[in-house]
C-alpha cells in the first residue's frame, strides 16, 4: 500500500532526479573531479551489508542468531585475532623466564654477558608483545564495527517488514534500546570481552603448566593454598555481580523509556502542567539506576582488593616456603622469583576472567534478545507463490470476515459487503465499533481470523503485498510528517516523480498557494512529525500524497480535528477531486461527510447493521436515521 500519510520512520530518498534538478550545483564540475576522487580515496570503505529487503524473505537465521553465525563471514580475520592473542599470550610469559636467566647467570654467576643478552631479549619481548596488542586491537575493532553494522542493517530490516501488530504489542523505547543498548553490549564483548576471555583463559593455561614443570610440590601447595578461597570468592562474585548488572540494566531501559515517553508527550506535559511531577518521577527512576550502579560498584570493591590480597598472601606464604628450598638447595633464587612473578600472572587472568564474565553475560542476554526481535514473524506474511497483483480496477469484497486482535476477541464478526469498483462507501457507527479495523483489514495491515478479503476477485493473501500496496492509499486520521523538505514529504510515495507533478498535486487539493506563499517554496524544512506546520496543512499535505501516488482505491479515516470552516471546505474540495473515479472508503465522523457517499455502512459491535444510500437510511427509519436526528437536532442548535 502507499501509506501516503502514516507510519513508519524510513528515511527520504534524497537522490531523485527532481532533487538533483532543482539543486544548481548538482553533480560534480570537471575541474574539481581529480580532487573529488582524491578524496573518495581516502574514504572508509563501508562494504555493502547482505541483507536485501524482501516481504517474502524472512531474516536468514534471525531465530539461531549467535556469535558464531555473526562473526562468521568475517572468520580469516578472527584467525588472525586468534594468532595476535596467542602470540600475546604466550610473549607475556617470556619475562619471568627471562628474570631466572638474568639473576641465576647474570648477577649470581657474574655473566655481564648474560645479563645484556637478557636485558636485550626482554626488550624484544616487549616490543613484539606491544605490536602483537596493537594488531590484535585493531583486528578485533574491525570485525567488531563490521558486526555490528551487518546487525543493525539487519535489525531496522525486521523492523520495516514487521506487521502493525509487533508495533502495538511493543513500546518504542524498548525497540530503542535493542538498537542502542543491545548491540552496544554486544560491540563491547566483541571488541574487547571475547579477546580478554581468550588471552587470560590461555594464559592461566599456560601458566599452570609453567608452575608444574619448575616445581611439582611448589605448584601443588599454591593450589592448596590458593584455588579454594579464590574459586569461593569467584563463584560469589560471579553471582552478584550477574543480579546487580541484570538490575542496571532493568535500570538503565527504564530511564530511557521514561525519556522517550516524556520526549514524545512533550505537548501534553506541558499542556497540562506536569513538569514537576514527571521531574520528580524521573529522579525516581534515575535514583534506581544510581542505586543498581552502587550496588555493582560495592561487589566490585569487595572482591577486587579480596583477590588480590589473597594473592600477596599467597606469594608470601610461598615465598616463606620456597626460601627453605632455596637454603636447602632444591630452588635457585631465580627459580624461586621466576616463579612468584608467574603466580603474580596466574591471578591477574582469574580475576579480569570473572570481571569479563559479566560482559559475556550481557552480550549473551542482548544476544538473546536480538533474536528474539529477528525471529519475530511478520503477523501479515507474503506467501511463498504470491503473485503480483495486475492493474487493478478496484472492486472489493468481504466475504464473512472475522477478525481480532487478540485471540478469542472478535472485533470484527461475519462481515460482508461488496463494494463495486469506483464506489464511495462511508463507515459510520459509534466509536469503537470497528469502522477502522475494516479499513486496516482493507490495507492488510491485518489478515483476516476467518474469511476472506477480495480486491478484483482475488485474495489478498495470494497477491504480492508490494503490489497490492502501490496500488492502494491510505489517508490517516493524524497524517505522518517526516523531518525533511515539504517536497520530499509530498512525494513520499512516488519519489521520482518532477517538481512540476508535486506542484500539480498541491494545486489538486489546494495547497499551492500556501506553499508559494513560504519563502523556501518546496524545499521549506519540515520539523519532525510535522509539527511546524497546521493540522489543516499537514491533512492537505496527506492528500497531495495520495493524489501524487494515483492509488485506484482510497482508505481514508476523516480527521475529528475541529479545522475552520475555510479548512475544512479546502479539505472537501480537495476529497471531491481526489475521489474521483476511485474506490474509497472513508472511516466518516461526521455525517456530513458521510452522506456525500454513494453509500454508507452502518457499523456496530463489529457487524453491519444497515447499508444503503443517505436517503434510503433516513426513510428506512432504522440506525441511521436515529443519527441523522440527532446530528441535525444538533446542528440546528449550533446555527
Ligand atoms: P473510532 O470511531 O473511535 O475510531 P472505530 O470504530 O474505528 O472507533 P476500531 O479502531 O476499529 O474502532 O476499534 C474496534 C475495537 O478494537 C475497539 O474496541 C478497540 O478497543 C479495539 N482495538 C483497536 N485496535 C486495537 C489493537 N491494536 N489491539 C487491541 N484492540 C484494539
Redesign the pocket.
Same mark, same amino acid.
Given at each position: 500500500m502507499t501509506v501516503t500519510g502514516g507510519g513508519g520512520g524510513a528515511a527520504f530518498n534524497g537522490g531523485g532526479r527532481a532533487t538533483a534538478s532543482a539543486h544548481p550545483f548538482a553533480g560534480v564540475p570537471p575541474e574539481m573531479r581529480a580532487s573529488v576522487e582524491e578524496l573518495l580515496k581516502t574514504e572508509p570503505d563501508h562494504a555493502e551489508p547482505d541483507v536485501v529487503f524482501e516481504h517474502s524473505r524472512p531474516d536468514p537465521d534471525g531465530a539461531r542468531l549467535n556469535l558464531r553465525r555473526l562473526v562468521r563471514p568475517y572468520w580469516p580475520m578472527a584467525l588472525l585475532a586468534g594468532v595476535f592473542v596467542g602470540a600475546e599470550a604466550l610473549m607475556l610469559q617470556a619475562g619471568p623466564k627471562l628474570t631466572q636467566i638474568g639473576i641465576d647467570d647474570g648477577v649470581m654467576g657474574k655473566d655481564n654477558g648474560a645479563l645484556a643478552l637478557v636485558a636485550g631479549l626482554y626488550l624484544v619481548s616487549l616490543v613484539v608483545t606491544g605490536l602483537a596488542q596493537a594488531a590484535r586491537v585493531k583486528v578485533t575493532g574491525r570485525i567488531a564495527a563490521s558486526v555490528m553494522n551487518d546487525l543493525r542493517v539487519r535489525v531496522f530490516t525486521q523492523l520495516q517488514r514487521l506487521s502493525l501488530n509487533f508495533y /502495538?504489542g511493543e513500546k518504542t523505547g524498548v525497540i530503542m534500546t535493542r538498537m542502542t543498548g543491545d548491540i552496544e553490549n554486544l560491540q563491547a564483548l566483541l571488541q574487547e570481552g571475547l579477546v580478554q576471555l581468550a588471552v587470560q583463559g590461555l594464559t592461566i593455561v599456560i601458566v599452570t603448566v609453567i608452575l608444574f614443570t619448575y616445581d611439582v610440590q611448589l605448584a601443588l601447595i599454591t593450589i592448596v593454598l590458593v584455588v579454594p578461597v579464590l574459586t569461593v570468592l569467584s563463584l560469589w562474585f560471579r553471582r552478584a555481580s550477574g543480579k546487580g548488572y541484570l538490575r542496571v540494566r532493568d535500570t538503565v531501559a527504564d530511564v530511557v523509556a521514561d525519556l522517550s515517553e516524556s520526549l514524545q508527550g512533550v505537548r501534553i506535559v506541558t499542556a497540562h502542567n506536569r513538569q514537576r511531577r514527571n521531574t520528580e518521577h524521573h529522579r525516581q527512576v534515575t535514583g534506581r539506576y544510581y542505586d543498581a550502579n552502587v550496588r555493582t560498584g560495592r561487589i566490585n570493591s569487595i572482591y577486587t582488593p579480596s583477590t588480590q590480597v589473597l594473592g600477596v598472601a599467597g606469594q608470601l606464604a610461598l615465598l616463606a616456603i620456597g626460601a627453605g628450598m632455596v637454603a636447602d638447595g632444591d630452588l635457585t633464587i631465580g627459580e624461586l622469583v621466576a616463579f612468584l612473578l608467574y603466580l603474580g600472572t596466574f591471578f591477574q587472568p582469574i580475576q579480569q576472567l570473572v570481571q569479563m564474565y559479566n560482559t559475556y553475560q550481557q552480550g549473551q542476554s542482548s544476544i538473546v534478545k536480538l533474536r528474539e526481535l529477528l525471529s519475530a514473524r511478520p503477523g501479515v506474511e507474503e506467501q511463498p507463490g504470491a503473485v503480483d497483483l495486475p492493474k487493478i480496477e478496484g472492486e472489493i469484497v468481504f466475504d464473512d470476515v472475522t477478525f481480532g486482535?487478540?485471540p478469542d476477541r472478535p @472485533?470484527i464478526a461475519g462481515v460482508s459487503l461488496h463494494i463495486p469498483a469506483g464506489e464511495t462507501v462511508a463507515f459510520v !457507527?459509534p466509536?469503537?465499533? !470497528?469502522?477502522? /479495523?475494516l479499513a486496516k483489514l482493507v490495507s492488510r495491515f491485518y489478515d483476516p481470523t476467518a474469511g476472506r478479503i477480495l480486491i478484483d476477485g482475488r485474495d489478498l493473501r495470494e497477491v504480492g503485498i508490494e503490489s497490492l500496496r502501490r496500488q492502494l492509499g491510505v489517508v490517516p486520521q493524524e497524517p505522518f510528517l517526516f523531518a525533511g523538505p515539504l517536497r520530499d514529504n509530498i512525494r513520499f510515495a512516488a519519489p521520482d516523480v518532477s517538481d512540476d507533478e508535486v506542484r500539480e498535486a498541491l494545486r489538486a487539493v489546494g495547497l499551492v498557494d500556501v506553499v508559494e506563499r513560504l519563502p523556501a517554496g518546496l524545499d521549506t524544512v519540515v520539523q519532525e512529525r510535522g509539527q511546524s506546520l497546521s493540522s489543516g496543512e499537514r491533512q492537505l499535505v496527506a492528500l497531495a500524497r495520495a493524489f501524487l501516488a494515483q492509488p485506484r482505491v482510497l482508505v481514508l479515516d476523516e480527521a475529528t480535528s475541529n479545522l475552520d470552516l475555510q479548512s475544512e471546505a479546502k479539505i472537501e474540495a480537495a476529497l471531491d477531486v481526489l475521489l474521483e473515479g476511485r474506490t474509497a472508503i472513508l472511516?466518516a465522523?461526521r455525517l456530513s461527510t458521510a452522506m456525500k457517499a454513494d453509500r454508507i455502512v452502518v @457499523?456496530d459491535e463489529g457487524r453491519i447493521v444497515e447499508v444503503g444510500a443517505h436517503d434510503q437510511l433516513v426513510t428506512a427509519g432504522g440506525r441511521y436515521s436515529e443519527m441523522y436526528a440527532t446530528w441535525t437536532s444538533q446542528t440546528a442548535g449550533v446555527h
Open positions: /502495538t486482535y487478540l @472485533v !457507527g466509536t469503537g465499533a !470497528g469502522k477502522s /479495523t472511516i465522523h @457499523v
